[in-house]
């Protein structure tokens, strides 16, 4: 029987996914995978299968947001799918993580609604360490350099700037809007999940994307940031196969 929502089935899917948010994304991480497939497209759920240096690798996208991503995680956990790595966006918070950055955050804050509906505020939302170090290490080896950090998981994209830079004093790195989820769900069901985020605005600086998605320059430098994280999340697969 197919999932209701991302309509895979437990043969479709594998023990580690990649999940971006914007399907687009889905489309282009399945470009760095050998025998790539399209499974399904349904809403904002867009998912392939493919194989990473003789790894199975599941692909989907979540939409944006809590609540598209709980269903993904729940509808992927209940076919099979073990470890899980977002492959997202963010923007920082902080003036010396620009534009074009790589951030890997090992907690984030639940600033959401959705998880508190899974458990209270009070219960911790952390990556799974052995996810987070293969992705430390992927990036090293590699050479590409990563900010560690917590993030902030807001639900309001257009929330007041001030409100959000107050969290910087509280040294805080980002805001996105997905990590906490990813990382509660994942604790509560006894799975792994990490995530790693290009920097896609910096609002200690004023940069907003919205006001950038007609900037050549932006527009360039956010699409290797892209191809540089995907490619450290893959790595970091084989890197976390390579330790179990």
């Known amino acids: 029987m197919k999932a209701v929502h991302i309509q895979l ?18 489309s282009l991480i399945a470009n760095f995978l050998e025998d790539a497939v ?3 497209e349904n809403r904002e759920y867009i998912s392939y299968r493919g194989v990473y240096k003789g790894i199975p690798v599941t692909v989907c996208s979540t939409g944006i947001g809590g609540p598209s991503t709980a269903i993904a995680i729940e509808e992927l956990s209940m076919l099979g799918v073990k470890n899980f790595i977002r492959v997202g966006t963010c923007g920082s918070l902080v003036k010396e993580i620009d534009i074009g950055s790589i951030t890997v955050p090992y907690a984030a804050v639940r600033m959401n609604g959705t998880s508190t509906r899974y458990v209270e505020e009070v219960y911790p939302a952390v990556a799974d360490p052995s996810l987070y170090q ?16 917590i993030v902030l998981t807001h639900d309001r994209f257009y929330a007041p700037i001030d409100e959000l830079l107050n969290w910087a004093e509280k040294n805080v790195i980002a805001v996105e809007m997905e990590a906490s989820v990813f990382f509660t769900l ?34 360039e430098t956010m699409k290797k940031a892209i191809e540089k994280e995907i490619l450290i999340a893959l790595e970091a697969v084989v890197e976390h196969v390579s330790r179990s």
Not at 139 to 144: F, P, S, T, Y
Not at 190 to 213: F, H, P, Q, S, Y
């Open 9 to 26: 089935t437990e043969k479709d899917v594998t023990e580690y996914a990649l999940l971006p948010g914007d399907p687009g994304r889905a």
């Open 38 to 40: 399209k499974l399904a």
């Open 134 to 149: 293969a992705i430390l290490k992927a990036a090293e080896r590699l050479k590409h350099k990563v900010y560690t950090g």
């Open 186 to 219: 994942a604790s509560l069901k006894g799975l792994k999940a990490a995530a790693i985020l290009a920097v896609d605005g910096n609002l200690a600086k004023g940069t907003r994307k919205d006001k950038l998605l007609h900037d050549r320059v932006y527009l």
